[in-house]
């Protein structure tokens, strides 16, 4: 296995294009699993779903941290000054006018679509899905580190809804930063 520096995929020096890169080869990998969920024989689909949700927070991640790097001009580092998946956390240091950005993105996105899905997901697991952007990242937060050991993690209130929406929100004020970068995306993002 070749092994590929740090400096190599760090956002360092690029002003966060190469985080940038990485977040979207997450977010392809995450919908391409998820295309591929439906037309699984059903005792496979659960095998599809967790790697399906494990790069969608990958790529949220990367998201948030090359918003956070666009912004402050250093790399994101939670509390105790270390690298972190947090991005919940990661989202509510982001400056006030950039956090009211992408939450009324993802708001305009919610009120644009008919949720009977979720609803139908909340009736059959008793579960309640939250309808607003801190309420979601508050519930993806863990994703990536309980999906990941799944053996060692109960599953019980963890739900990864709302990946489109969330990764479109977050790449407006991205776009807005960094216009030149909208030719990489894939064809799934939409403006807003």
Known sequence: ???????????HGNDGKKKFDHARTFSNA?????????????????????????????ALELYFKT???????VDFKNNKGKSSHDFHSLFGSLDKKTRDMVSFTFDKL????????????????SCSIPR????NLLAWKDVFVKLRYI?????????????PEIENSVLVPIFLMRPEWRAKTSTVWKKV
């Open 67 to 73: 918003l956070y790097l666009l912004e402050k001009g």
């Open 1 to 11: 296995m070749r092994r590929i520096s740090n400096e190599c995929i760090s956002g």
């Open 132 to 135: 607003d952007l801190v309420g």
């Open 151 to 163: 053996h060692d993690y109960s599953l019980k209130g963890l739900h990864t809804f709302f990946f």
């Open 30 to 58: 995450a919908y391409v699993l998820n295309r591929g969920v439906p037309d699984a024989p059903h005792n496979m689909q659960m095998d599809l779903v967790f790697p399906q949700s494990v790069c969608a927070a990958l």
């Open 110 to 125: 919610i009120r644009q679509q008919d949720l009977s899905y979720v609803k139908n997901f909340e009736n059959a697991s």
